[in-house]
């Protein structure tokens, strides 16, 4: 059972335009939400993440949306840039006592056209 | 970049040969994870440690074992490889538990195949 879903696969967008990528989940106990980035034959590298307390966090370019009652995150990358080309991850954390669990979304490839 | 090496990079074996996959960090983080990437399941948890001799299960973790003699080395063993292990396995690391910011490090990958 997918507790985090990246439901669009691809995502196409020009260069200079606003990038949105999506993220549902299921659990209500997840406590933070976190944004990975994936280049080609290289490892996931952390970006951006949210407390579940708060509904906004920015760093840059990049702006995570949190919707506690939709159960919806998304990253909003403005503008966008070639080198934002990549698979986005997006995971989230439930700290239960002793067993902290980071549930990774499937990705998002986003391509951005010059 | 955080120091973390994995081998082999690259590695085609055949159903039913062991198979090693070797973790090595410099950055003295206590805690390690190996993950594997298949299309349409993101990052899966296989095992992780967090100290030296103390391993647990993550949530793909039948079939594969795991061992961490050093703080530096944290190793992944497929007993006898199967077809449905054929996957890219990520090396991670974090300094503090998960709970403080959820930030891994990741490796570059090791891309095993088996026939």
């Known amino acids: 059972d997918q507790q985090v879903k990246q439901n669009s696969p691809s995502l196409s967008v020009q260069e200079g335009r606003i990038s949105i990528l999506n993220c549902d989940y299921t659990?209500?106990?997840?406590?933070?939400f976190l944004w990975y980035k994936k280049y080609p034959a290289e490892g996931p590298t952390f970006l951006i993440s949210?407390?579940?307390?708060?509904d906004k966090n920015e760093d840059g370019r990049f702006t995570v949306f949190l919707n506690k009652s939709a159960k919806h995150l998304s990253l909003h990358i403005v503008p966008s840039q070639p080198g934002d080309s990549a698979v986005y991850f997006c995971?989230?954390?439930?700290?239960?006592?002793?067993?902290?669990?980071?549930?990774f979304g499937t990705g998002t490839r986003l391509t951005i056209i010059p | 970049d955080a120091g973390i090496t994995q081998s082999p990079r690259h590695k085609v074996t055949e159903t039913g040969t062991p198979v090693t996959l070797r973790c090595h960090q410099t950055?003295?983080?206590?805690?390690m994870y190996w993950y594997r990437q298949d299309p349409g399941h993101g990052l899966r948890l296989i095992h992780y440690s967090y100290g030296v001799k103390d391993t647990d299960k993550g949530e793909v973790s039948d079939g594969y074992s795991v061992s961490r003699s050093k703080t530096e080395d944290f190793l992944l063993t497929l007993e006898s490889a199967t077809s449905s292990q054929t996957s890219v396995y990520f090396c991670?690391?974090?300094?503090?538990?998960?709970?403080?910011?959820?930030?891994?490090?990741f490796g570059e990958g090791s891309r095993l195949t088996v026939l």
């Open positions: 949210i407390s579940s307390i708060k």
């Open positions: 659990n209500s106990m997840f406590d933070y």
């Open positions: 995971a989230a954390l439930w700290e239960a006592v002793g067993n902290e669990k980071l549930t």
């Open positions: 991670a690391i974090s300094e503090s538990q998960l709970s403080n910011t959820g930030e891994l490090f």
């Open positions: 950055e003295n983080h206590r805690y």
